[in-house]
């Protein structure tokens, strides 16, 4: 597909062995100045985008895009057919820089330490930082100078290395989204450093404006099948987390969480990202829906 360019059909593929497209989707390169890396956007727009040319919607910026974004656009289509159950919303997929092998771009940018796992020492870690400002900088502006964005409104979902970025951004500069939906974070990365940052945000805040919603698997946990984790309590951290974050009793704050049952790292995301775009961006009543 050519770069900003929709499918060619809004129903059918292009055949003759082409490659297969998410159709209605666009794709825009958005590089980094600062790194020299070159990233893209998935953006994806609501049903109702050209028939209400005057309406602004939400948006759900989604990390590890290139199988994430593909699912959510399924999810939000298929929740809505009976009708509305989540809000429409601009979906926008964060790509892994280009050349770079997924693990390598998302260990390094979703990561806010160079601390990382011993398995992974090879790996670099610790451009968190960096990648949020690129994403503050570049691709906020990208999409809210494009298309029909609401600025006031803005969801990042992200997953594993994808929900820790989500808790560096949310205690470091909360206000660049006002949703936060952590899937299955790594809060054990670098010895539990996301508590540190919570620890430091409370001791220099009294409130912190943010809805959040936060799921795990049960079999995020230390056991003997090859679905549990190898020797982190994730259930038990996303627990403490939740804790830590009701006792300061921030007025702004919204936090929920969910156990899902008989999941693991690997299968709960499809089900956690159906439940984040529910309690996230739920559907806006109507004047006389009464259900």
Partial sequence: MAQGQPSPSAST?????????????????????????????FVHLPPSYDREPQRRYPVLFVTDADYAFPILRQIGRRVNLNGPVVEEHILVGLSYARGDDGTVSRNRDYTPTPNGPRSASSSLHGGGPAY???LKAEVLPFI???????????????????????????????????????GSP??????????????????????????VFVYIGDFEVPGPSPRNTDDVDMVGDVQAFEAALESRSYPGLTIRSAVLEDEDHLTVAPRGFTQALMALLPALRRAGDTR
């Avoid at 998410?22 to 590089?31: A, E, F, K, M, T």
């Fill in 186 to 211: 790594s809060l054990w990365f670098d010895r539990r450093h996301a508590f540190r940052m919570e620890a430091d945000y409370a001791r220099t805040h009294d409130d912190l404006k943010a809805d």
């Fill in 144 to 182: 809210e100078e494009r298309f029909r964005a609401d600025p006031t409104r803005r969801v990042l979902l992200g997953h594993s290395y994808g929900g820790l970025l989500g808790a560096q951004v949310m205690f470091t500069d909360p206000a660049m989204f006002s949703g936060y939906a952590l």
């Fill in 132 to 134: 949020q400002a690129y």
């Fill in 13 to 41: 593929q292009r055949g003759g062995g082409a490659p297969y497209e998410i159709l209605g989707s666009q794709v825009w390169d958005v590089p980094d100045p600062v790194s020299g890396r070159e990233y893209q956007v």
